[in-house]
Nanobody, 127 residues
């Protein structure tokens, strides 16, 4: 049974940092591109960042470029999202997703079919 479990969310102030983790089990992690998505209250889920399975190429939504960094550790079957200089607009439930043999940019496509999703972790940024 495949599981993606996010952790690391919480309540922080604007300007603070958080690191989210996505621990994967039940799949051959190194074969999957990993992505982070978020859904703010009353809004649609949006792409945040992704990292390719093959060469660790990364891709970000413009609003987080320079502030967020996605990475992965294949030995630990874990993907990370380092979030710096957090803003109130970053408040959302953050989800990780896995896509078999995908490129990072492909995961940003609105209707791209992810193979697996986590259940999310809440990030709240106060002003």
């Amino acid at each position: 049974q495949v599981q993606l479990v996010e952790s690391g969310g919480g309540l922080v102030q604007a300007g603070d940092s958080l690191r989210l983790s996505c621990a994967a089990s039940g799949l051959t992690f190194r074969r999957y591109a990993m992505g982070w998505f978020r859904q703010a209250p009353g809004k649609k889920r949006e792409f945040v960042a992704a990292i390719a399975w093959s060469d660790n190429t990364t891709y970000y939504v413009d609003s987080v470029k320079g502030r967020f960094t996605i990475s992965r550790d294949n030995a630990k079957n874990t993907a990370y999202l380092q979030m710096n200089h957090l803003e109130p607009e970053d408040t959302a439930v953050y989800y990780c997703a896995a896509a078999l043999y995908a490129t990072a940019q492909a995961m940003a496509v609105a209707d791209y079919g992810m193979n697996y999703w986590g259940k999310g972790t809440l990030v709240t940024v106060s002003s």
